[in-house]
T-cell receptor, first 115, second 113 residues
Framework: NAGVTQTPKFRILKIGQSMTLQCTQD?????MYWYRQDPGMGLKLIYY???????DKGEVPNGYNVSRSTTEDFPLRLELAAPSQTSVYFC??????????????FGPGTRLTVL | GENVEQHPSTLSVQEGDSAVIKCTYS??????FPWYKQELGKRPQLIID?????GEKKDQRIAVTLNKTAKHFSLHITETQPEDSAVYFC????????????FGTGTRLTIIP
């Protein structure tokens, strides 16, 4: 049971390039989330999904897109990378809305730099 | 929506002393309050959580207290050790099927040997 996995671990993009950050969980969790964490800052929600085929915007969705075709995978797409998207991206999952019996677990993160 | 404020942003304590981090929330319907610890370069890890029908919860050297009337909850770490040095985040979840945790801005705790 690997939990939440993310690829790649690190990536450097040039302005205007596109990329997809991968997130996979093997815990059969319905709820999945994408956060970004800027240096020295807290976690900001980008997008989330409550099940396959369902996605919704979080606090900072501009410049990103997501899809959820399977329960396991929740990729995050950056279409036109900008320096403001330099951040560490964390994927997370929980079986139901987070709670004492339904805890939210984070992936190891992807460190993205846009130059 | 929910708003969570966390204080202080940085905290330094002598090894062996206690550390207290406080969070306030705005939505009185919030009913779940987890705390996460994030070591440098690592992912946030859940360390303790509390539901709104409980006033205090302890797990060895870590405790969380909740004051629903005042809408604040606190993390208490006793007998601090160097490995407690990390960034700590509080979070809150509103009731009635809300799917999203709202996080505080984090506290960087440094334990001075």
């Amino acid at each position: 049971n690997a939990g939440v996995t993310q690829t790649p671990k690190f990536r450097i993009l040039k302005i205007g390039q596109s990329m997809t950050l991968q997130c996979t969980q093997d815990m059969n969790h319905n709820y999945m989330y994408w956060y970004r964490q800027d240096p020295g800052m807290g976690l900001k929600l980008i997008y989330y999904s409550v099940g396959a085929g369902i996605t919704d915007k979080g606090e900072v969705p501009n410049g990103y897109n997501v899809s959820r075709s399977t329960t396991e995978d929740f990729p995050l797409r950056l279409e036109l990378a900008a320096p403001s998207q330099t951040s560490v991206y964390f994927c997370a999952s929980s079986p139901m809305p987070p709670g004492p019996s339904e805890r939210q677990f984070f992936g190891p993160g992807t460190r993205l730099t846009v130059l | 929506g929910e708003n969570v404020e966390q204080h202080p942003s940085t905290l330094s304590v002598q090894e062996g002393d206690s550390a207290v981090i406080k969070c306030t929330y705005s939505d009185s319907a919030s009913n779940y309050f987890p705390w996460y610890k994030q070591e440098l370069g690592k992912r946030p890890q859940l360390i303790i959580d509390i539901r709104s029908n409980v006033g205090e919860k302890k797990d060895q050297r870590i405790a969380v207290t909740l004051n629903k009337t005042a809408k604040h909850f606190s993390l208490h770490i006793t007998e601090t050790q160097p490995e407690d040095s990390a960034v700590y985040f509080c979070a809150a979840l509103a009731n009635f099927g809300n799917e999203k945790l709202t996080f505080g801005t984090g506290t960087r705790l440094t334990i001075i040997p």
